[in-house]
């Protein structure tokens, strides 16, 4: 093949993941992903004031039994020393919910 013409294939080929990616319906993950890392893996990650760490199940355990609703009006309204909306308030419920369902995604496995 012609040499310059490979970066064009490789943009071709870069937008097809993207349009594969979105059609499959992980839009919704990669949001909540995103804004996590914005907004709530500052304690989120490491634990901070007693935050339970995502990824971790054992922090998690008690909490998720509460179900969704419950941990993302928690999230909404703030819960002990957790801050409503993370301290975002610009952050929408349905945003909050991508979130919380991130975080819950992450954190009953191991
Ligand atoms: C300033 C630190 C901080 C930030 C930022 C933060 N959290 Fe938290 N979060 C906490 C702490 C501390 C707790 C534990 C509260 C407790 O159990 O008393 C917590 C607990 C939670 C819980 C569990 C609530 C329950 O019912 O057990 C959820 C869900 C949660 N946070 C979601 C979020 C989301 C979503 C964001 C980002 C939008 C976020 N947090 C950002 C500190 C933080």
Not at 2 to 14: D, H, T, Y
Not at 25 to 45: D, I, P, R
């Amino acid at each position: 093949m012609n040499r310059q013409f490979l970066p064009v294939v490789k943009a071709g080929v870069l937008w097809l993941c993207v349009g594969l990616v979105s059609g499959c319906g992980n839009k919704e993950a990669e949001t909540g992903s995103l804004l996590y890392q914005q907004n709530c893996k500052v304690c989120h990650a490491q634990g901070i004031n007693g935050a339970p760490i995502v990824g971790r199940s054992v922090a998690w355990e008690k909490r998720l039994v509460q179900g969704e609703d419950v941990l993302v009006q928690h999230a909404m309204e703030g819960y002990g020393l957790m801050p409503a909306k993370g301290g975002n308030s610009e952050l929408s419920e349905p945003e909050v919910r991508l979130v919380v369902r991130y975080m819950m995604s992450q954190s009953g496995k191991e």
